[in-house]
């Protein structure tokens, strides 16, 4: 009896062993998810972060902005739009000319600048040939932005510039500067008109060319109907008329001599 039973309890040990131990296990997975979600809504961490943002922007200080003003445009033709963003320092040293040649503008400097140009109106495209994001992190730090700006067609033409102070090298945004707008019209060049009416012409050649075509073909037709209905007409009177006839040779006569 008791050797029969030895096997069976050990199984049975066995069995709740394995329970207890996958018990562990998930307890433990449980706990782990639980303290991750605690820990993003922990108090202290929330307050940790907005510490680090309220220092970053007490950091940062006084500096400027000069970008290119647009002060004329063609259709066709590319304009170069420059910016730079500097400290304090570097904008006191550029002096009245700068100022003259270039817009300016007042802003918060000292941690990650990003600068973005945005095109609108006349078909106009802004191509970026600098990084997005660089860094202004000393009074005598200068960074340069540059982009290509051309637009496609006439119209009034609408650039934006817009500069954003991140935290570190984050998404996080410490400060972001109301855009610098700047509005031109787009005027036409002598190639482009050239063009354009060229364009015109071949679309006025082909209309004139489509409408003679159909007359034509109007015309085509009808004669082909008239020549189609004469030859019927022509073919239902031979139908009808009737067969003539062909005339008998009269006999000839022999003329009589009187006798004496």
């Known amino acids: 009896m008791t ?7 050990r199984d049975s040990r066995r069995r709740r062993l394995a329970v207890r131990t996958v018990g562990v296990v998930l307890l433990g997975l449980l706990a782990a998810s639980c303290g991750s979600r605690s820990s993003d809504s922990d108090p202290d961490s929330q307050a940790h972060y907005q510490q680090e943002i309220i220092k970053s922007r007490k950091k940062m200080f006084q500096g400027e902005i000069r970008y290119t003003p647009l002060r004329g445009a063609r259709v066709g033709q590319s304009l170069e739009v420059r910016a730079e963003v500097e400290g304090f320092r570097v904008a006191q040293s550029q002096g009245e000319r700068a100022e003259a040649e270039r817009r300016t503008g007042k802003l ?3 941690t990650l600048i990003g600068v973005k140009l945005r095109c609108s109106g006349a078909g106009a495209t802004c191509t970026a040939l600098s990084s997005e994001r660089q860094n202004v992190l000393t009074p005598d730090d200068r960074a340069t932005w540059r982009w290509m700006v051309r ?4 119209g009034q033409m609408m650039v934006a510039l817009t500069v954003t102070a991140y935290h570190r090298d984050t998404d996080n945004v410490l400060f972001e500067q109301p855009p610098y707008v700047e509005r031109v019209s787009v005027g036409t060049t002598t190639a482009h008109t050239a063009q354009s009416a060229k364009d015109d012409m071949g679309e006025v050649l082909a209309v004139l060319g489509a409408v003679l075509g159909l007359g034509v073909a109007y015309v085509t037709i009808d004669e082909f109907r008239g020549r189609r209905s004469g030859r019927k007409g022509e073919t239902g009177a031979k139908k009808k008329s009737p067969p003539r006839r062909t005339r008998q040779p009269s006999p000839s006569r022999v003329r009589r001599r009187n006798r004496p």
Do not use: C, D, H, I
């Open 108 to 110: 918060l400097v000292g």
């Open 151 to 154: 637009p496609s067609s006439t």
């Open 3 to 9: 050797a029969g039973n030895t096997p069976n309890r």
